[in-house]
Structures are given as structure tokens and as C-alpha cells.
């Protein structure tokens, strides 16, 4: 009889502490992003519309390449719209939700009426405007020769700016298959370098619903490719 109250009392027990440690979803969530017409235009409303099928109200806030991954690294914010993986590494407080949400391109940009293919990334004498981020991504997505000089700028946005106003001859610039039509324009030329895919950033102690949130993902991209 000891034994079975002792067996009950330690089976009680557990199932009492695994309730305890039962995770909830939060009912609001912080994400932050970089300025960018993909992230405006696609995904923040593909994020938005995905976490209200899970009754989770979502809020965004612009910020600095890079400075993003360390608020969601440093539990400062729940999470980033979108990031490409390749840029990811060496963060230890991060992760990725699949399914990957939009195919992510480097380009690069160049000013009208000059040399602007791969070799340019070759010549020791070129300076690229990019991010640092992108700089990351570039080294280690690019297969080929990378001697080029990199000027970094932490706004995103501002990097077409700086080719058509003719402060720079050269910039990387990442875009996406929704938006690269946008690089067809006078103000200068554009080469595609590699594919990347973007996917949704966590902090990792949102593991336990990242399948959740992987399949409203999935259901949301599904609904707006019928659209």
C-alpha cells in the first residue's frame, strides 16, 4: 500500500511540474526590420497575418541593420521580420522558421556607363557601399574572387540612393524576386550575384511554437499567392 501511495504521490508529482512548465503564446509580440519595399510591402503584412491565426497581436519597429539581430539576441524584442540565414552566424539566441518566406538576391549596383559585372568584386581599387550584414552575407554566399574594399553604411534603404546621386560607383544590395524589378531604372545597372532565402528570426525561447508559426507562415504565403 506504501508502495502504490509512493508510486501515485511521485506520478502526481510530475505531471504537476510538467503543467508548470507548460508554455504559453504570448497575446503580443515585438519584431523588428530593416527598411526595405520587400519588408514594407510583403512581409511585414505576411507576418502580421500569420501570428493573427494564432490570436498573437504584432508590432514593428525600423531599425539598423544589425542592431535588430542584437535586440532579438539580447531578449530586447521577440523577434525580426526577415532575415537571410547566411547572415546569421554567431548568434547563439537566434532562430529560424521554416518554411523560408521570400527568395532573398544580392545584387550589385553600379553607376550608368561603367564596367559593372563580377570582376568589379575581383579589383582591390573598387569600394562597395554596403551594410555589414551584407558585407557578412556576401563572403560567405559569393564563390568567387572578393578583393574588393567595403565602405559600410548601417541603413539599407539609402544604398540605391548613394549609386544614383553618383556618391558611390558600386554597391551591394540585396533585394528580393518580389522587388528586383525596382533595379530596372536609368540611375544605374544592376548584376544578380547569388540567391538567398529569407526566413523569419525568433529568440529561441519561442522554440516551442515555432511550428506553429511555421505553419500559419505556410497557410499565410499560400493565401496571398491565390490573391
Not at 115 to 138: F, H, M, R, W, Y
Amino acid at each position: 500500500m506504501r508502495q502504490f501511495s509512493a508510486l501515485y504521490f511521485l506520478l502526481f508529482f510530475v505531471a504537476c511540474t510538467a503543467m508548470a512548465q507548460k508554455q504559453e503564446r504570448p497575446t503580443d509580440m515585438i519584431f523588428s526590420y530593416v527598411e526595405h519595399p520587400t519588408m514594407i510591402n510583403y512581409l511585414i503584412p505576411l507576418i502580421k497575418s500569420s501570428y493573427q491565426k494564432l490570436g498573437i497581436h504584432t508590432h514593428f519597429i525600423p531599425q539598423p541593420s544589425n542592431r535588430n539581430l542584437r535586440l532579438v539576441e539580447n531578449n530586447k524584442i521577440d523577434g525580426d521580420v526577415g532575415y537571410m540565414r547566411i547572415v546569421l552566424g554567431g548568434y547563439n539566441n537566434l532562430i529560424t522558421v521554416e518554411p523560408p518566406i521570400v527568395l532573398g538576391i544580392f545584387t550589385l549596383l553600379c553607376q550608368p556607363q561603367i564596367p559593372c559585372n563580377i570582376e568589379v568584386l575581383a579589383d582591390e581599387t573598387v569600394t562597395l557601399v554596403s551594410t555589414s550584414a551584407t558585407q557578412k552575407g556576401l563572403e560567405k554566399g559569393y564563390k568567387g574572387k572578393l578583393k574588393a574594399q567595403f565602405y559600410p553604411v548601417n541603413n539599407i534603404s539609402i544604398i540605391p540612393e548613394f549609386i544614383s546621386l553618383k556618391r558611390f560607383k558600386y554597391a551591394i544590395y540585396p533585394t528580393s524576386e518580389k522587388d528586383l524589378w525596382r533595379l530596372n531604372t536609368a540611375d544605374y545597372q544592376f548584376v544578380k550575384l547569388f540567391d538567398s532565402a529569407l526566413y523569419h528570426v525568433l529568440n529561441k525561447k519561442y522554440q516551442f511554437m515555432a511550428d506553429d508559426v511555421g505553419k500559419a507562415l505556410q497557410k499565410t504565403i499560400d493565401e496571398m499567392q491565390v490573391k
